[in-house]
């Protein structure tokens, strides 16, 4: 994959984090208060049900349990850790904590993908939580066990979403729509029950609670989620890991233009060090070992499937003929010699 290249796709995965980062201005100007286990929910299961309906294509075989565990990981128990984090950390620690996602990449992508851990690949990481850090902890932020622990478990079950994305891929035959129309799906299913038991659903809906959750649902995950597994599918593991900064970045600059935020030198920096993080992860990058090739990573064939196809393609092009295919790359046979008769008594 060439530089140009990379940088494109990386910057137009970028958009879904960045979208996800817009969720903290939606959640507290457009949704009820106190619903984010309900805000989770409309965002992840109607947009999965469109799409399922859409491509009318359900998973076979193994992609059941695969299916199950990327909607988990990616989608529902990603949310509720969020969430969770959110109501119990200031939400600069909880984006501090998070920063640790992909130093998890890092550590299973050495083990799962084969990818080399390299000396920019740990500068990157220290770069990004010093940025974060700049950008979002505020003096008066506190800690609080249960909210670290979630931002933590967040954190992994985001970057194990990643790099088993990556180590699957994609089923062959099976659109990108669908493919994020399953984990959608399942991280609602998931979230649906919880939703039920752990909150009270609201008296009443404005419109503009309406509006709020159909930006969730239909920017914030159908069109995000499409964009960001397409990426992960291009793009090297820990590379897309880090681009998942975009999020703090935006929220934070979101929350300057619209919410009165200001913005001090030390957040400035941090903002720089978080871009300089990712064009440290990004340079250089290539296929690590063990990324499977284009085809395979966007639902095209795999070249075994190619050859298989060519040998079956070849045996009906001289099945008519009557000759079998292993005939045409045989050495040639030469026809055993006739036996000679015996010499009978008359002969001389």
Same mark, same amino acid.
């Given at each position: 994959?060439?530089? $140009? $290249?990379?940088?494109?796709?990386?910057l137009l995965t970028a958009l879904a984090p960045a979208v996800w980062g817009s969720t903290y201005l939606v959640t507290t100007e457009f949704l009820p208060p106190? $619903?984010?286990?309900? *805000?989770?929910? !409309? $965002? =992840? !299961?109607? *947009?999965g049900l469109i799409l399922l309906l859409l491509t009318r294509v359900l998973p076979r075989g193994i992609w059941w349990v695969r299916?199950?565990?990327? @909607?988990?990981?990616?989608?529902? =128990?990603?949310?509720?850790?969020?969430?969770?984090? =959110?109501?119990? !950390?200031? @939400?600069?620690? *909880?984006?501090?904590?998070?920063?640790?996602?992909?130093?998890?990449? !890092?550590?299973?992508?050495s083990f799962l993908l084969g990818a080399r851990i390299r000396l920019p690949h740990i500068g990157a990481c220290a770069l990004a939580a010093a940025g974060v850090a700049l950008l979002v902890l505020q003096p008066q932020a506190g800690l609080d066990g249960v909210g670290v622990l979630a931002g933590l478990l967040g954190a992994a079950c985001m970057a194990s979403g990643i790099v088993l994305t990556k180590r699957w891929g994609r089923p062959e035959g099976v659109s990108l729509l669908a493919f994020t129309g399953w984990q959608l799906t399942v991280g609602g299913l998931v979230l649906l029950p919880v939703t039920l038991l752990g909150e009270a659903l609201p008296e009443?809906?404005?419109?503009?609670?309406? @509006?709020?959750? =159909?930006?969730?649902?239909?920017?914030?995950?159908?069109?995000?989620?499409?964009?960001?597994?397409? @990426?992960?599918a291009r793009l090297p593991a820990l590379a897309a890991s880090f681009l998942s900064f975009a999020s703090p970045l935006c929220a934070t600059v979101l929350g300057y233009l619209f919410m009165g935020q200001t913005l001090g030198p030390l957040q400035l920096l941090g903002a720089a060090g978080v871009v300089g993080a990712v064009v440290l992860a990004q340079r250089g990058e290539g296929a690590p070992p063990g990324t499977p090739p284009a085809s395979a990573a966007e639902g095209g064939r795999h070249g075994d499937d190619e050859e298989h196809e060519h040998e079956h393609g070849r045996h009906d092009a001289v099945s008519g003929l009557g000759v079998h295919p292993s005939s045409l790359t045989a050495p040639p046979t030469v026809p055993a010699p006739r036996p000679v008769p015996p010499p009978g008594p008359g002969s001389a």
């Amino acid at each position: 994959m060439t530089d $140009r $290249r990379l940088v494109r796709i990386s910057l137009l995965t970028a958009l879904a984090p960045a979208v996800w980062g817009s969720t903290y201005l939606v959640t507290t100007e457009f949704l009820p208060p106190d $619903r984010p286990l309900l *805000a989770s929910t !409309l $965002r =992840a !299961l109607p *947009a999965g049900l469109i799409l399922l309906l859409l491509t009318r294509v359900l998973p076979r075989g193994i992609w059941w349990v695969r299916a199950t565990v990327l @909607g988990v990981l990616n989608i529902g =128990a990603f949310f509720y850790f969020l969430f969770l984090a =959110a109501y119990h !950390l200031p @939400g600069g620690v *909880a984006a501090l904590v998070m920063t640790v996602q992909p130093m998890i990449v !890092l550590l299973l992508g050495s083990f799962l993908l084969g990818a080399r851990i390299r000396l920019p690949h740990i500068g990157a990481c220290a770069l990004a939580a010093a940025g974060v850090a700049l950008l979002v902890l505020q003096p008066q932020a506190g800690l609080d066990g249960v909210g670290v622990l979630a931002g933590l478990l967040g954190a992994a079950c985001m970057a194990s979403g990643i790099v088993l994305t990556k180590r699957w891929g994609r089923p062959e035959g099976v659109s990108l729509l669908a493919f994020t129309g399953w984990q959608l799906t399942v991280g609602g299913l998931v979230l649906l029950p919880v939703t039920l038991l752990g909150e009270a659903l609201p008296e009443r809906l404005t419109w503009t609670n309406v @509006g709020g959750f =159909a930006y969730l649902g239909i920017i914030g995950a159908l069109l995000a989620y499409i964009v960001w597994f397409n @990426g992960i599918a291009r793009l090297p593991a820990l590379a897309a890991s880090f681009l998942s900064f975009a999020s703090p970045l935006c929220a934070t600059v979101l929350g300057y233009l619209f919410m009165g935020q200001t913005l001090g030198p030390l957040q400035l920096l941090g903002a720089a060090g978080v871009v300089g993080a990712v064009v440290l992860a990004q340079r250089g990058e290539g296929a690590p070992p063990g990324t499977p090739p284009a085809s395979a990573a966007e639902g095209g064939r795999h070249g075994d499937d190619e050859e298989h196809e060519h040998e079956h393609g070849r045996h009906d092009a001289v099945s008519g003929l009557g000759v079998h295919p292993s005939s045409l790359t045989a050495p040639p046979t030469v026809p055993a010699p006739r036996p000679v008769p015996p010499p009978g008594p008359g002969s001389a």
